[in-house]
Nanobody, 115 residues
């Protein structure tokens, strides 16, 4: 079982930045694909970005050029740097770790973009 703990969410003005962190308990963290998803009220959870074991990155069209996913394997941590935030980015952001049939989720962190 892998525990994922997100942090870094909060309230930010439009155009601002936040960096989310996801700390994983997995000793084999480097073998997982790490992803960030989000869910806004009344909407389905959607992929924001993911990074593979080989550090290949994949982004949803709505965040390309604004968000950057990264990972630091020695600290078992994944990050999501969010720049140029918009009100429509408001959502609960979830960290995900997956490998083969194993799929783990964090508890989520709220991001609110509002003036």
């Amino acid at each position: 079982q892998v525990q994922l703990v997100e942090s870094g969410g909060g309230l930010v003005q439009p155009g601002g930045s936040l960096r989310l962190s996801c700390a994983a308990s997995a000793s084999d963290f480097s073998t997982y694909v790490m992803g960030w998803y989000r869910q806004a009220p009344g909407k389905q959870r959607e992929l924001v970005a993911e990074i593979t074991q080989a550090r290949s990155e994949n982004y949803a069209d709505f965040v390309k050029g604004r968000f950057t996913i990264s990972r630091y394997n020695p600290a078992n941590t994944a990050y999501l740097q969010m720049n140029s935030l918009k009100p429509e980015d408001t959502a609960v952001y979830y960290c995900n770790a997956r490998k083969w049939t194993n799929d783990y989720w964090g508890q989520g962190t709220q991001v609110t973009v509002s003036s």
